[in-house]
């Protein structure tokens, strides 16, 4: 994962990483996972504090090799070059893909996120550099109107809803399981919705993931908090 967090209670498959991978060669994995956070949730972490102004949209956390039933690849030592990446593209990244952090660069995020995962996509058909993950990322996040999609399931920010209540809000769109990791906030009594991952094919169809069920979850709402730092 990209990331240390306080316990988060995953309903997919273990993302667990085993051994980097060969960069000379193609990595073998299953599918993708698309992976949209919340932000108010996460800046809600003890310990992380963040940005002022804070978005009230879904921003991305990243697009992960995945797979089924064996460790997902990690792959380190790539460079990453921020000149590879087409300006208007980085524009669009630091809208959507923004570090959350407070005095964090949106560079370190990245980052990360190519020297983990984006170097294992490298070889899938329209992924063949780090320029097109980052593009193809946009490009996939462009597809999800996250925020939009729970409203109009009725799910709305403040309330407390749960998982089958979520997928219905999708299948409307996307007849197929997603998974919502979610987040436990101390002295809350509810779990509170963390990330959406999205399951997408290689050639990016949407496909199932592995989901159970859970009840409370919470949609924390980002109106009260805009402008203020969280802690």
């Known amino acids: 994962m990209p990331r240390t967090i306080s316990p988060i209670i995953l309903l997919s498959v273990a993302l667990l990483f085993g051994s980097g991978c060969v960069s000379a060669e193609p990595v073998h994995f299953d599918y993708f996972t698309l992976a949209m956070q919340w932000p108010v949730t996460y800046c809600k972490q003890p310990y992380i504090t963040c940005r002022q102004n804070l978005m009230d949209f879904w921003t991305i956390h990243g697009l992960w090799p995945t797979n089924v039933n064996r460790p997902n690849p990690t792959c380190n030592g790539s460079s990453f070059d921020l000149h590879s990446i087409q300006p208007v593209i980085e524009e669009q990244m630091r809208i959507q893909w923004p570090n959350l952090r407070e005095h ?87 779990h509170w919705l963390f990330e959406i991952y999205i399951c997408l094919n290689k050639n990016f169809t949407v496909r199932n993931c592995t989901s159970n069920p859970f009840k409370e979850i919470y949609y924390p709402s980002s109106r009260p908090q805009l402008g203020h730092v969280f802690g």
């Open 104 to 190: 964090k660069l949106d560079e370190e995020f990245w980052k990360l996120q190519w020297k983990r995962h984006g170097k294992c996509t490298i070889g899938v058909p329209g992924i063949e550099n780090l320029g097109e993950y980052f593009s193809k990322t946009i490009q996939l996040a462009n597809q999800f109107d996250i925020k939009k999609i729970l409203a109009l399931g009725g799910i709305t920010e403040g309330t407390t809803t749960d998982t089958e209540k979520i997928k219905k809000a999708f299948g409307h769109y996307y007849p197929k399981i997603i998974t919502f990791p979610v987040e436990i906030i101390p002295g809350e009594k509810k």
